[in-house]
């Protein structure tokens, strides 16, 4: 079956950087486009951004500028790094594979000082 396992997740200041990461087994990565989604306490799951099976990006305006989502098919994974994180970033960010209902556990951010 599929499996998504996201990391990189953790507690960070104002102003400082992740790196998420998202491996993905079960399926032929390289022709799947993916994308990271997150979900504030209390709100909806919200888009983050997007690469496709060739490598074009998509991003909410919300992150745009700041976060850049990357993947390496060679290692069936998918980044979102994080620069400049806002207290509003705050969220259980998850990794999904687009076009299918395979969703990872997600990775907690908390940015907070």
């Known amino acids: 079956q599929v499996q998504l396992v996201e990391s990189g997740g953790g507690l960070v200041q104002p102003g400082g950087s992740l790196r998420l990461s998202c491996t993905v087994s079960g399926i032929v990565f390289s022709i799947y486009a993916m994308a990271w989604y997150r979900q504030a306490p209390g709100k909806q799951r919200e888009w983050v951004a997007t690469?496709?099976?060739?490598?074009?990006?998509g991003y909410a305006d919300s992150v745009k500028g700041r976060f850049t989502i990357s993947r390496d098919n060679a290692k069936n994974t998918v980044y979102l790094q994080m620069n400049s994180l806002k207290p509003e970033d705050t969220a259980v960010y998850y990794c999904t594979v687009l076009g299918r209902n395979d969703w990872g556990q997600g990775t907690q951010v908390s940015v907070s000082s």
């Open positions: 690469t496709s099976s060739d490598g074009r990006t």
